[in-house]
């Protein structure tokens, strides 16, 4: 099977926030073992170069898993990845026979038909795993109708929406969250090989003061805000220092319960770390149930010849211009 090109940062022909749902009993039973496993990504954030490092992740997945790899961006009219386009996702018909999606989306209003696509393939009870923004995957502002998919989809699916975080303080040029494994969790298989570190994401704000991760969220690991807008401001008591910054999570579709991991990580910088790459490859084992097979160092993360060299997050023109969908096996 043909391997990701190393200069992936150009995107996939397929266009596509850390959430992860696993395939449902009856999903497994009916998928024929002797095919690959079918991933898709579906990338689509102005914010935080989801059209970057997802791809280096794909990468790094076909070094340990047979899988067939699409990834989905948002374009723009010449077909070059243009992740300030909200109102488009392209490739998203490659979900109908995926057994997991990866998701890392940032405030889309997409047509009806690509979110029913994404709604669809949830439902249905296979995986899923999302990053970061996915907690607010959607933002249908101009559509009341669509106001469930702001709010009420993101905690169900994933276990919270967006409220606040902690702030950006020189975004890129310093770490702003010390991340931990939570005590009695060592033990988890998406934990192996990782190791506390250091990441460039701030806080997001998840649990706490008035708010609470939904139905039976486990976490995994903790962050710790090392510089706090809300501690400047005296209000700890409602958004605390310390959040959980990943976890795992079932949500019951319409055909079936499904696994969810999720990440509020995922600054492009996060995944120059190694604990964070082996954190995003072990979540992806986890979801599609293939934890047995996650070795106790870990899946290799090792980039070798892949160069992964992402441009810092920020709003505007600040992703890479001229990027063109390359076509993935």
């Given amino acids: 099977m043909q391997k990701i090109s190393e200069r992936l940062f150009i995107p996939v022909l397929l266009v596509s926030v850390l ?43 076909q070094k340990s898993l047979d899988a067939e790899v699409s990834i989905c961006y948002s374009l723009d009219s010449s077909g070059y990845v243009d992740p300030n386009n909200t109102k488009s996702i392209s490739g998203l018909e490659a979900l109908e026979d995926a057994d997991l999606m990866v998701i890392f989306t940032r ?41 469930y998919y702001n709010e009420e989809w993101p905690i169900k699916v994933f276990g919270q929406k967006w409220i ?99 990440t509020t990580l995922g600054h492009p910088f996060d995944f120059k770390e190694t604990p964070m790459r082996k954190l995003a490859l072990n979540g992806i084992f986890w979801a599609l149930d293939k934890e047995a097979e996650i070795p106790e160092t870990g899946l290799d993360a090792d980039f070798g010849d892949y160069t992964y060299d992402p441009n810092n997050s920020g709003f505007g023109e600040k992703f890479k211009k001229g990027l063109k969908p390359v076509l993935m096996n």
């Avoid at 009993?25 to 990504?41: G, I, L, M, S």
């Avoid at 209003?109 to 990053?131: C, H, M, N, W």
């Avoid at 706090?228 to 079936?256: C, E, F, I």
């Fill in 19 to 61: 959430i992860v749902c696993s395939c449902s009993e009856k999903a497994a039973e009916t998928q024929n073992t002797a095919d690959p496993v079918k991933v898709v990504f579906v990338t689509g954030d102005e914010e935080y170069r989801s059209e970057e490092s997802m791809p280096m992740l794909a990468n790094l997945l």
């Fill in 107 to 147: 405030f889309r209003a997409i047509p009806d038909d690509q979110l029913k696509r994404i709604t669809d393939y949830v439902e249905s009870g296979r995986p899923v795993v999302g990053f970061r923004t996915s907690t607010h995957a959607f933002r249908y502002e101009d559509d009341t109708t669509k106001n």
């Fill in 164 to 262: 606040t975080h902690h702030g950006h303080f020189d975004d890129g040029h310093g770490k702003l969250t010390k991340v931990e494994i939570i005590e009695g969790q060592s033990e988890h298989p998406i934990l192996n090989g990782v190791t506390d570190f250091e990441a460039y994401s701030w806080l997001y704000h998840v649990d706490g003061g008035s708010h609470n991760l939904y139905g039976d969220s486990d976490p995994l690991l903790r962050g710790t805000s090392l510089r706090s807008n809300h501690q400047d401001a005296g209000r700890l008591d409602q958004y605390p220092l310390t959040n959980p910054v990943a976890w795992t999570k079932t949500y019951q579709g319409s055909g079936g319960t499904g696994r969810v991991f999720f």
